[in-house]
């Protein structure tokens, strides 16, 4: 068993309009010390997973059914209570926001220093100076000073270091960033990045990283799962995906991924139309309205709903292409496209 180990996760929403199933029958592990990357469009799911295994849904309308172990312990069986108290501790948040998670009328410091006490019985003068360090450890200067700053007086990617000491001032061993530098700039993106790689060596905790961007997740993860619609199509190592990618869509991820050497709007090979309503998500094979091969499965996509099968070595793919013909659309079209881009 791994330190993470999710199964059959579905977190359901019943609403006027219909049941929303946000998440649909995902599972993934994740080891001490390892990344796991979780890539897909917006609305694909991906906020209601982390917020499931962090058990934030729990006292919701959600409706969530499968498990989650961390550390030998069944999550959506236990109380409320118990998994808050494992929150902070042993599992902790990086938003995409920091601003909607720190409050604005206490100090950096202040906030820190309260997570920090919450699970560990010390006094007030060692809990600030562990914020001090903390701050520091992340990059922020002048740490004894800006620790009683206020969060509207830092700049987003102050903040967002500042979000990362709170999350990481008690050493959880399972740390879930969603999303952690969508709002930030492309040079404090990447050094973000590099302190939250930094961070997890030194703390060997596991991380689960969120990202609608696959270049974001290029360099920290051990593995990627790839999702569409709910459900995983495409799981295995960072090098199944950017090397031997076998599903449609994540070479359609892979052909809009942002470069840096072009404008943000200027993307390779764009996803035609948009992700599915997850009330009422396409018969078949979910992808089946955007994918250009559709026609290559003689109707089935509209109808059967592909299973997420092993094509070699733990390497997942939901297609109903075969392998064969996969692998040859990959080496013949998809890959020769990409480079000469
Ligand atoms: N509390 C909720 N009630 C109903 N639907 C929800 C709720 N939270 C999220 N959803 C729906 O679940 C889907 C997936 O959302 P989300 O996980 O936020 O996507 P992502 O993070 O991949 O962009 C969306 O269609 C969203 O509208
Ligand atoms: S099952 Fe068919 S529609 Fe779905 S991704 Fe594969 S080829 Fe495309
Ligand atoms: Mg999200």
Redesign the pocket.
């Known amino acids: 068993m791994s330190f993470l180990d999710v199964k059959d996760l579905k977190i359901h ?1 019943p ?1 006027d309009d219909g049941l ?1 199933k ?2 649909d029958g995902l599972s993934f592990s994740v080891e001490r010390g390892k990344t796991l990357g979780i890539v ?10 982390s917020l499931g295994v962090l058990g934030l849904h729990k006292g ?3 409706r969530v059914s499968g498990e989650i172990w961390l550390d030998g312990e069944e999550l959506v069986g236990a109380s409320a209570e118990h998994v808050r108290r494992l929150r902070g501790k042993k599992m902790a948040m990086i938003f995409q926001d920091p601003l909607s998670s720190m409050h604005p009328f206490y100090t950096v410091g202040h906030q820190i220093i309260e997570a920090y006490r919450i699970h560990n019985n010390v006094s007030k003068q060692v809990a600030r100076k562990h914020a001090i360090d903390m701050l520091g450890r992340v990059g922020i200067p002048e740490p004894q000073r800006r620790v009683d700053a206020y969060p509207h007086e830092f700049s987003g990617g102050m903040r967002q270091r500042a979000m990362i000491a709170m999350a990481l001032s008690c050493d959880p061993e399972l740390l879930i960033a ?2 952690p530098t969508t709002a930030l700039d492309v040079t404090v993106q990447a050094q973000i990045l590099d302190l939250m790689r930094d961070l997890q060596r030194e703390f060997n905790s596991a991380l689960i990283i ?1 990202t ?1 961007d696959l270049g974001v997740v290029a360099e920290l993860s051990d593995d990627i799962l790839v ?1 569409y619609g ?1 459900k995983c199509v495409e799981y295995g190592t960072t090098e199944d995906i950017f090397y031997r990618p076998e599903h449609p869509y994540t070479w359609g991820l892979l052909g809009s991924m942002p470069r840096l050497d072009r404008e943000p709007t200027d993307r390779l090979l764009p996803i035609k139309g948009s992700p599915p ?2 009330i009422n998500v396409p018969p078949g094979c979910a992808f089946h309205p955007r994918c250009p091969y559709a026609e290559k499965t003689g109707g089935k996509d509209r109808t059967e709903v592909p299973v997420l099968a092993e094509t070699e070595g733990g390497h997942l793919v939901r297609c109903h292409l075969d392998r064969a013909e996969r692998r040859d659309l990959w080496e013949n079209e998809i890959k020769p496209a990409l480079e000469t881009q």
């Open positions: 929403f609403t929303v946000s998440v897909g469009e917006s609305g694909s799911g991906k906020s209601v997973t919701g309308r959600a969603d999303e969120i609608h999702m709910g309503s997850l």
